[in-house]
């Protein structure tokens, strides 16, 4: 009996993470092999429900009945998990389809992953699995654990483990390994999860999907991410959302950074590489909290559950041990985090109790203070404080054998805690970290995760309210953007004009220009002029010679235009020269470039930044996704280093920063233009004028796809 509908929400997520009966597709006898693994692991954590081994060779695999083929299965199969080679994998999958099965996990490998002929074969499987109504986890997956319902089905052998912790966390990983370390990682230190999911290559089942059946669980209070990176925006945005909107926190760790890690995530997800910069725009755009540190991602969750972003940054720190505590503190300060020194209501409250602290950022208690009469009522002033938005309590070595002294104080208080509470305990205390863990208080074992984590918190914010935007109806600039090949200056100055960017006045020249045409040209400019050369085969014009400034007069703009030509065809010999373009010359506080860019993962983004090279190399770049507001254009504007001038920094003029937003949010308004071909676009320099003065677009690139391109 075929599938009437793919399955979804509740009938999906009962299939996968609590069937009652699962088909076995290629189960071995051997126990050397990974393909006997999930049906061993079942039984041994206790799945109570129906197993077929399906294999044609054997009658029996370990005590259970084995069967030729899934159609000889005796009853209905909810999850079938297929360990076949890539080449047997789609007849499994419609045998399965034909026999009712909701959904099959596809352990094989050999697809997407393995380059552009494995992607045309998976996705002609997932084209069969849709047309006959069946779910498909996968490929090159390892599985589901649900630990709460004893559901075992993965081959990962972190799960040779004596027994699953049940717990309220769930996890979904794009790296099946990874599931299994951070698994064993965990359970040694008492973290327990809810379910766990390899994602493997989303050909059907993805992130976003799989996570809004955990959203909808509800044995899941949190929800963890390890991302190599994201293969359906829109449905992962959906489902960050509505984890928002529950109270369920999203954590993500985020792996290609690097540009060696971005190209070795691509290669092993079988996805196309992104902007690591634009992932974590959109992960911090949609209320993800990314953390720098895999141990974070473990130890994070209670810190954030069932809280809201906080509106300010400021933590108290106390601690019973000094060194410990100003580990801490220096970490918050590497991230970016400012110690604050308790209040003077709290100094003066402690004091009547004859508990003496100073007005230093981290109260330290000494280790007199590591008992519970001292540790509970400063914790307890320090919860009472207004001025604080989070505490660390740091424990030192009383932590390993003597919890009541400054542990249990901690967990007594957190429960009521209006904000969140986390414990750094530098030694080596297990025992502590689980009874902290069962207390539902963060616990980290080293500075830098804790620090790492209070991070996190502090940049945490709600997702972008969904907006409805004016789609642009300008007709030039809807002719420039859905047009293809390479942009004109003319184009690229009516664009400009189009979207209210102020650019100077500019005149055209023939590549060789006579006496006259100079003249005519110069006729409504005003010395010292600009020169850039025109031409459809060189982007950036200052690496071949193809742009002079401060030129003073007319007998300079000849010379220069000469020298400018010859070296250009010196330079790049082959490049087709259409002339010049001259304009006024405009200085002011700062030059900055704003950029636009088609991101394969995420869509558009739009990136602001000190203009030159300079911002590449320091990576001092704010990036957000486009369109942007005004209001987004001027907070991207506030996490740029560089534009610290144009704030007024040591009095320092400030720059027209209320100018320069309202420019950084129209150029991203490109996004808009429907059927755009625009993949590229560039503002550098946009000039700042001092406050009150503007800010005009000197140059202005844009690359359009070819019209031959895919």
Not at 169 to 174: D, M, V
Not at 185 to 198: E, I, L, P, T
Not at 541 to 557: F, I, R, S
Request: glycine residues 8%; aromatic residues 4%; contains cysteine.
């Amino acid at each position: 009996m075929s599938n009437s509908s793919p399955a979804t929400g509740a009938r999906l997520s009962h299939a996968l993470f609590s069937p009652e009966s699962i088909a076995l597709i290629g189960a071995s006898a051997d126990e050397k092999k990974h393909t006997s693994l999930p049906q061993r692991y079942l039984r041994k954590h206790g799945f109570r429900g129906a197993i077929f081994p399906v294999n044609p060779k054997r009658d029996e695999i370990f005590g259970e009945r084995a069967y030729p083929s899934i159609d000889l299965v005796p009853r209905q199969v909810d999850h079938a998990f297929i360990m076949l080679p890539a080449r047997l994998v789609p007849d499994a999958v419609e045998q399965c389809a034909a026999n009712g099965v909701k959904c099959a996990t596809i352990f094989s490998g050999g697809f997407a992953e393995a380059g552009a002929d494995g992607r045309v074969f998976q996705n002609s499987i997932v084209e069969t699995a849709r047309r006959k109504g069946i779910r498909i986890l996968g490929p090159n997956c390892l599985g589901i654990i649900n630990a709460n319902q004893k559901v075992a089905l993965s081959a990962n052998e972190v799960l040779e483990v004596p027994q699953l912790l049940e717990g309220r966390i769930s996890l979904l990983s794009q790296s099946g390994s990874l599931l299994g370390a951070l698994l064993s990682r965990a359970q040694n230190r008492g973290f327990r999860f809810a379910k766990m999911v390899s994602v493997g290559n989303e050909a059907d089942l993805g992130v976003g999907e799989l996570g809004e059946l955990l959203v909808d669980d509800p044995q899941t209070d949190s929800l963890l991410l390890f991302l190599e990176t994201i293969r359906d925006a829109p449905a992962f945005a959906r489902m960050t959302r509505r984890a928002f909107a529950a109270r369920k926190p999203v954590i993500a760790y985020l792996v290609g950074r690097s540009a060696v890690g971005n190209q070795l995530a691509a290669s092993h997800t079988g996805a196309i590489a992104g902007n690591s910069a634009a992932v974590e725009a959109f992960l911090r755009q949609h209320g993800v909290l990314r953390v720098d540190m895999l141990e974070t991602l473990i130890e994070m969750p209670p810190l954030v559950m069932k809280r809201e972003p906080p509106k300010r940054q400021r933590v108290n720190v106390m601690t019973t041990t000094g060194g410990g505590g100003a580990l801490l503190v220096d970490n918050l300060g590497l991230r970016g985090i400012v110690t604050t020194a308790p209040d003077r209501a709290v100094v003066k409250s402690l004091a009547a109790l004859d508990i003496h602290i100073g007005d230093s950022p981290l109260v330290d208690l000494t280790i007199g203070g590591a008992n519970a009469k001292i540790f509970g009522p400063v914790l307890d002033a320090l919860i009472k404080s207004p001025d604080n938005d989070a505490i660390v309590a740091v424990v030192g070595s009383s932590s390993q054998y003597r919890p009541d002294r400054a542990v249990m104080p901690i967990i007594e208080r957190a429960a009521q805690s209006p904000k969140p509470i986390a414990a750094f305990l530098t030694p080596v205390a297990d025992e502590s970290a689980r009874l902290l863990g069962d207390a539902s208080v963060a616990a980290f074992r080293t500075p830098e995760a804790c620090a790492d984590a209070i991070r996190a918190y502090f940049t945490w914010q709600a997702p972008d309210p969904d907006r409805e935007w004016s789609v642009p109806q300008h007709a030039k600039l809807r002719q420039v953007a859905q047009d293809h090949g390479p942009v004109s200056a003319a184009d690229a100055a009516e664009v400009l004009d189009a979207l209210g960017i102020a650019r100077p006045k500019t005149a055209a020249l023939p590549i060789d220009p006579t006496d006259g045409e100079i003249e005519k040209a110069t006729g409504g400019l005003k010395f010292p002029l600009v020169i850039k050369i025109e031409s459809p085969d060189i982007a950036h014009k200052t690496e071949v010679g193809g742009v002079m400034l401060d030129v003073a007069d007319a007998t300079a703009l000849r010379a220069a235009l000469r020298r400018m030509r010859d070296t250009v065809r010196q330079r790049q010999p082959g490049a087709t020269l259409l002339g010049f373009t001259i304009q006024e010359m405009r200085r002011g506080l700062a030059e900055v470039l704003v950029g636009y860019r088609v991101d394969p993962q995420v869509g558009p983004i739009i990136t602001a930044g000190v203009g030159g090279v300079l911002a590449e190399i320091y990576r001092d770049v704010a990036v957000a996704l486009a369109p942007v507001t005004v209001e987004g254009a001027r907070a991207m504007i506030g996490r740029v280093r560089g534009f610290a001038p144009l704030l007024g920094y040591r009095n320092l003029p400030k720059g027209d920063v209320a100018a320069l937003a309202r420019a950084i949010s129209a150029w991203s308004t490109l996004a808009l233009v429907p059927d755009s071909h625009i993949s590229d676009a560039e503002l550098n320099p946009l000039i700042v004028g001092a406050e009150g003065h503007g800010v005009v677009a000197v140059d202005a690139l844009l690359i359009r796809q070819e019209r031959n391109a895919t």
